[in-house]
């Protein structure tokens, strides 16, 4: 009996975390060079030259803090 408790509670976590890993959670990825572009937000915070804005709890996120957590490929 205990055992098919557990099998029951690891196939629910692994479901979880297929869920959490297809959805793709975290931050994007940088999908564009950087050279040139180092002041993400005059971008970013207007949507200037169609740049997807960023959400709302990035208006106080300077620019040098970005790629903390968006992975810049350089
Ligand atoms: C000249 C305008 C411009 C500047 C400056 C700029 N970007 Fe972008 N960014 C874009 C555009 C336009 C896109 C949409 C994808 C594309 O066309 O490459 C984009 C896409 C992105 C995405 C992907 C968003 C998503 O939904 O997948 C991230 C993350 C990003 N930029 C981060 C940065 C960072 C960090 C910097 C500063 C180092 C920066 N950008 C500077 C215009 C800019
Ligand atoms: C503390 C981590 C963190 C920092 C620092 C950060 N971001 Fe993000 N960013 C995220 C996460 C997580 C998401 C995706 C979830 C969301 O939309 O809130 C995201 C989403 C984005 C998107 C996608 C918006 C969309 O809807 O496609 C852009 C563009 C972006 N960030 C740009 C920037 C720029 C530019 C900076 C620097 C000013 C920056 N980020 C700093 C964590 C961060």
């Known amino acids: 009996m205990r055992y098919r408790i557990l099998a029951v509670a690891l196939a629910g ?5 297929f869920v959490v890993a297809a959805c793709g959670v975290g931050p994007p990825a940088v ?3 950087v ?3 180092t002041d ?4 970013h915070a207007t949507g200037a ?3 997807p804005r960023f ?3 990035h208006r106080s996120r300077g620019n040098n803090g ?3 957590c968006h992975f810049v490929e350089r």
């Open 13 to 17: 976590l692994l479901a979880a975390a």
């Open 31 to 33: 999908p564009h060079a």
């Open 35 to 37: 050279s040139g572009r």
């Open 40 to 43: 993400c937000r005059s971008c």
């Open 49 to 51: 030259g169609d740049a």
């Open 55 to 57: 959400p709302q709890d």
């Open 66 to 68: 970005c790629d903390d």
